[in-house]
Structures are given as C-alpha cells and as structure tokens.
C-alpha cells in the first residue's frame, strides 16, 4: 500500500505560481511512477504531468507545457508540480497518483486506470 498526500493548493491570481507536493509512504518512492491529474467539477479527471520510475523522464499534456514542471526527491519520499503562469482555466482539484509495479523504468503512464494509488486533491483557484 502507498499512502499519498498533497498539499499546496490555494487561490492565485492569474499569472502567478504555485507548487504543489505529494508525500508518499508506504512502498519504496523511487520505484513508483508518479503523475499528476486535475478534475473539474462534472467533466472527467485529467493527466496534467507525470514523471517516470528510476530513469527520470517526464510527459505533460499540451496545454501546461512550458508552464507546469513535474520532480520528486526520492530521498523526501516526495514529489512536485511547479505551476508558473497560472490562467482561470488551470483551476480545479489537483490530485497525485502513484504506481509502484515493475513497468518499464522509462515509461511515463498517463490513464487514471494505470495508477494504482491516489491522494486527496488539494483545490487550486486561479482568479484574480
């Protein structure tokens, strides 16, 4: 089992930043894939960024390329998403999802059916 928890959420003004974190517990951190979705209310959950197991390689959707960066510090059992240059549309809930098995240490999965383990959300409003 991993437990995950994010946290840095918050209203902004479009235009600004926020960084948000993922805490894991529970498996070996650096094993597991790491991706970062987004649901607004009545539309479906979306894959915003994720970030490989072991060999570090990333993928984002088109429209937080260049402004989103997704990381993780293995040794914090943590892991990131940068948010710069913020718009209106950027806002809804946040929510980190891991997966920790044996897939291929280059591969960065982007369906919500490929986790295996999700957080709470943290909510990010961008309005001025």
Request: net charge positive; aromatic share 12%.
């Amino acid at each position: 089992q991993v437990q995950l928890v994010e946290s840095g959420g918050g209203l902004v003004q479009p235009g600004g930043s926020l960084r948000l974190s993922c805490a894991a517990s529970g498996r070996t951190f650096s094993n597991c894939a790491m991706g970062w979705f987004r649901q607004v209310l009545g539309k479906e959950r979306e894959f915003v960024a994720g970030i490989s197991r072991i060999i570090v390689t990333t993928y984002y959707t088109d429209s937080v390329k260049g402004r989103f960066t997704i990381s993780r510090d293995n040794a914090k059992n943590t892991g990131y998403l940068q948010m710069n240059t913020l718009k209106p549309e950027d806002t809804a809930v946040y929510y980190c999802a891991s997966v920790c098995r044996p897939i291929s240490t280059w591969y960065v999965p982007k369906a919500s059916e490929e986790y295996d383990y999700w957080g709470q959300g943290t909510q990010v409003t961008v309005s001025s």
